[in-house]
Nanobody, 111 residues
Framework: QVQLVESGGGLVQAGGSLRLSCAAS????????MAWFRQAPGMERELVAR???????TYAESVKGRFTISRDNAKNTMYLQMISLKPEDTAVYYC?????WGQGTQVTVSS
């Protein structure tokens, strides 16, 4: 069992920045890849970024150059630094490890 708790969401103007955190606890979560997904109203959940235990990283095309994913294995924590935010980044952002999901944190970008 893995427990995931996201934090750091909020309301920001277009062009602004936010940093999301995902604290993981449970069975050896640091051994697995971790990922950020997001889901906007009426849309399917989509992968934003993924980082393996050895820090191999992939990004969705829509966030490349603006978002940075990282992890601290000693703290079992993953981060998502988001800059140059756009209204289309508005969504609930979820942390994922294996088949486990966090409760989500709302990110709202106003124009």
């Amino acid at each position: 069992q893995v427990q995931l708790v996201e934090s750091g969401g909020g309301l920001v103007q277009a062009g602004g920045s936010l940093r999301l955190s995902c604290a993981a606890s449970g069975r050896a979560s640091s051994n697995y890849a971790m990922a950020w997904f997001r889901q906007a109203p009426g849309m399917e959940r989509e992968l934003v970024a993924r980082i393996t235990r050895d820090a191999y990283i992939t990004y969705a095309e829509s966030v490349k150059g603006r978002f940075t994913i990282s992890r601290d294995n000693a703290k079992n924590t993953m981060y998502l630094q988001m800059i140059s935010l756009k209204p289309e980044d508005t969504a609930v952002y979820y942390c994922n490890v294996r088949s486990f999901w966090g409760q989500g944190t709302q990110v709202t970008v106003s124009s």
